[in-house]
């Protein structure tokens, strides 16, 4: 089995596109998210889309197949919202763990149906949450939470069990808007592998960058969430969503030029028009992402929202012949103290 680290210093890798654009072809209905086992549900389902690796496993696969014969290296497993802080939404809390562990299993069956013979990796993807730790959602109390670190902790520690167990081979920590959260699935994926006494996966962090200001949702500039999770020692540390890659450039340059490990970005098809939709076709987007590449500034490229498996078979096929981005040797102050003292 070749070593992820080994082949991102022979060529880019790549990642796969949206999940949710390619559910969204399937239009499925309310009956279809339900499923047998869930028909009697109290509440509505449509748009749980971690709920069809449960109900729909074999939709799930198939997108995740067509991603890989396009050819991604990496493929998520649809769990962006699968622990249990978002999934209370729906009261399907007790279903996190279930969700993720399927998650992944359906993941590496794709890969195992591949027939290149070339190493697939399964990232299992932890999102954001729908609640954020640094913000109050009430304007009229600045100071109020509606949910705690040691609360984020835990559904994230639930969700990484039951991805590990369930085969990924990665763990992504991605569209990262609130770098508190960010820390809080740190500190769960480090507990978890403490507490198992189990080798630790590779760890994968990508922020959002949420407008031309350079900054996350919570405030950061993007060196400054740099310093803030480099502690993790990631895999890799790269840019998703928001942005299209042609807005997303000066950021990914600015990444590559501090990130002491490897770097990813995943942009969207473009910016999104006046319904919402994605309009960027596929050479467009590979067009932008191939320049990043011939300028040194990635190892892992992908798509996000509004990415197709054709945007991924265009990405793959302009950067196949480029060389990966170089890890730089960065001087820095502190680097002695950092190990000796690993702060989470």
């Known amino acids: 089995m070749a070593n992820i680290k080994d082949l991102l210093q022979e060529r880019i890798l790549i990642i796969d596109g949206a999940m949710g654009t390619m559910i969204q072809r399937y239009k499925l209905t309310e009956a279809d998210y339900r499923g047998e086992r ?48 978002s999934l209370a939404d729906y009261g399907m809390e007790s279903l996190a763990y279930e969700i993720n562990f399927a998650a992944a299993k359906i993941a590496k069956e ?13 990232a299992g993807a932890l999102g ?39 085969g990924v081979d990665l763990l992504l920590i991605e569209t990262i808007f609130d770098t508190l959260n960010a820390k809080a699935a740190i500190f769960a994926v480090k507990k978890y592998f403490r507490d198992t006494k189990q080798k630790e996966l590779p760890i994968m962090i990508s922020g959002t960058i949420t407008d031309a ?12 969430f740099y310093n803030s999770i480099r502690h993790a020692r990631p895999l890799s540390v790269g840019l998703n969503c928001a942005l299209g890659a042609h807005e997303m450039r000066p950021h990914i340059e600015e990444l590559s030029s501090i990130a002491e490990c490897y770097t990813s970005a995943y942009p969207n098809a473009g910016l999104p028009n006046a319904m919402g939709e994605y309009d960027e076709q596929p050479e467009d987007t590979a067009h932008f992402i191939e320049e990043w590449a011939k300028d040194g500034f990635v190892n892992i490229v992908g798509g996000c929202c509004g990415t197709t498996p054709d945007h991924i078979r ?10 990966p981005r170089k890890l730089p040797v960065i001087e820095t102050t502190t680097g002695k103290v950092e190990e000796e003292i690993a702060v989470v």
Not at 213 to 224: K, V
Not at 314 to 323: C, G, M, P, Q
């Open 38 to 85: 869930f028909k009697d549900w109290p509440s509505d389902v449509k748009g749980n889309n971690d709920l069809l690796c449960l109900t729909q496993p074999h939709i799930i696969r198939e997108i995740h197949g067509k991603y890989l014969d396009a050819g991604a290296d990496i493929i998520e497993t649809n769990t962006f919202n699968a622990q249990r802080v």
């Open 110 to 122: 794709a890969c195992s149906l591949v027939g290149s013979g070339e190493q697939k990796f399964v």
């Open 128 to 166: 954001p949450m729908n609640k954020t730790l640094s913000l109050s959602p009430d304007v009229n109390n600045p100071g109020y939470r509606a949910l705690t670190f040691d609360e984020a902790a835990d559904a994230y520690y639930e969700q990484v069990k039951g991805l590990v167990e369930g």
């Open 213 to 224: 200001s350079g900054r996350t949702l919570s405030g950061q500039t993007l060196e400054a």
């Open 314 to 323: 265009h990405i793959a096929e302009h950067v196949s012949k480029l060389n």
